[in-house]
């Protein structure tokens, strides 16, 4: 029976992926498959009982066994270089970790999980994420988390309340996050912009808008900045957040890609400003489960029962189950064990990307020089605009991302492509980026010249 019953399990594993088993399909009876594989009654029994724990089929009493789900067939995907994508590498996803801790939390809390639950969060998920927090350097208590459906929902729900200092408008970093563009956008919310470049912002220019303009909150990407990589020191961010106190401006920090910085000394803004100054958003998307939207926000106690009843408007509360789960995961140290292998693979992987840039892309090309996360975002030469290289590639399949919609209107470029790590493999780079600088190379060509003003452009962006 031992190897028998698995023969069984990739017959009908195959069938399902060539989808000649589909959604709702009654398998074969028992008595069928046994005299199909000359072999025992209990040895198909043994197979259907393997693939329901892998969730592929279920029983009915007295029916018989059906199919859940197809497989998708691997040979019906497009072979492409997916430079696009930011969610965590699918290679290194617990899967598998995780469908053991959303069994426990269905085990373990029963009706809770299934009903209306805490508003602000599991207050046992929001211990487990104080806890973890600390790790980053943002100490707090479980009173001040809310637990939110993913970071944008954060961001959306703070663009549209009112906040204590009784300001009206916006700054945001240029280029920034296109999620929270988005919100702005949608919401008509009044929005400065201010430079940043991977030498960082001017501080002068951020003082003189804090005086001047009526500053609601800052909204800043201060490690692995989303599309450039920046990352600032701990003495910019004491700085802005000295400014922050003294013009009585609050600070909104994503720090969604914290968790992978190499440097043990890099502190968050929150951790200048720990009494309420700095709004913290959580992100464990993009180095977890994408699908689990999941997000928490550390806010000042005064801010949290206002930030409820916005939120209680959007979802009452987030995904019980995915809080159950998550907490489990994050008690049980498989967390911890998750987040170091793949700080391994991303710092790799920047590595090599960044290693290849040097070595391929033509001159007058530029990149930034994250020493991790998920982005490195290019300046192109010349008249070179990102769409066209963005239509170019994806004719060859590989996909790059158009960096205009991280700008507000007034600030876009159309010379920036943003590439991410997260999702392409290792031993496609160099291909990929061979492909780019062919493309640079080629539209380049055409033109006459490197005009002075796309040069000056692309070096503020990138001296270091």
């Known amino acids: 029976m ?30 069928q498959l046994s005299k199909h594989f000359s072999c025992s009654k209990n040895t198909v029994i043994k197979a259907y009982e393997e693939l329901e724990k892998l969730h592929l089929i279920y029983s009915v009493p007295k029916s018989g066994y059906f199919v859940v789900n197809e497989l998708p067939n691997a040979a019906d995907e497009k072979h492409v270089i997916d430079f696009f994508s930011a969610g965590p590498d699918k290679n290194v996803m617990p899967y598998m ?56 929902q954060a961001l959306n729900l703070l663009v549209s309340m009112p906040f204590p200092n009784g300001k009206h408008n916006i700054l945001v970093e240029q280029p920034t996050y296109f999620g929270f563009i988005e919100s702005l956008q949608l919401q008509q919310a009044a929005a400065f912009g201010i430079e940043l470049s991977m030498q960082g912002i001017d ?25 450039l990589g920046h990352s600032y020191t701990n003495g910019e961010k004491k700085k802005i957040v000295e400014l922050a106190e003294k013009y009585d401006v609050y600070i909104v920090e994503d720090d969604f890609l914290g968790d992978l910085d190499p440097n043990t000394k890099s502190d968050p803004l929150f951790s200048f400003a720990p009494s309420g100054r700095v709004i913290y958003i959580k992100s464990f998307s993009k180095i977890f489960l994408p699908g689990l939207r999941i997000a928490t926000v550390v806010l000042p106690t005064f801010m949290v ?28 140290g498989m967390f911890a064990s998750h987040l170091k ?3 391994e693979v991303y710092h790799k992987k920047m590595h090599v990307l960044q290693e290849t840039c040097e070595c391929l892309l033509p001159a007058g090309t530029h990149f930034s020089k994250p020493s991790s996360g998920f982005y490195l975002s290019i300046s192109l030469p010349g008249n070179v605009t990102a769409k066209q290289i963005v239509h170019m590639l994806h004719e060859r399949n ?30 496609q780079i160099k291909t990929g980026i061979e492909e780019l600088a062919d493309c640079i190379a080629l539209l380049s060509s055409r033109k006459n010249h490197i005009t002075p003003e796309k040069e000056r452009l692309s070096e503020n962006y990138y001296k270091m």
């Open 398 to 427: 590989i996909l790059v991302d158009d960096a205009s919609r991280m700008f507000l209107p007034e600030y876009k470029k159309d010379n920036l492509l943003r590439l991410s790590i997260s999702q392409v493999n290792e031993h």
């Open 97 to 152: 970790e995780f469908q053991h801790c959303m069994n426990q939390a269905i085990e373990q809390y029963k009706e809770a999980l299934f009903t209306y639950s805490d508003q602000q969060g599991l207050y046992s998920l929001r211990v487990q994420v104080v806890k973890y927090l600390q790790n980053l350097q943002v100490f707090t208590e479980p009173e001040r988390v809310v637990v939110v459906s993913g970071s944008q």
């Open 2 to 31: 031992s190897s028998k019953y698995i023969v069984i399990m990739e017959d009908i594993k195959q069938r399902l992926a060539e989808k000649s088993l589909v959604a709702g399909s009654k398998l074969p009876s028992v008595r």
């Open 305 to 332: 029962s206002n930030f409820l009843r916005y939120k209680f408007s959007a979802d009452f509360n987030s995904p019980a189950l995915s809080q159950g789960a998550l907490e489990i995961y994050l008690k049980s």
């Open 341 to 343: 292998k793949i700080k």
């Open 203 to 227: 501080l002068e220019r951020l003082e003189y808008i804090f005086r001047n303009n009526d500053i609601k909150f800052f909204y800043i990407i201060p490690r692995f900045h989303n599309p």
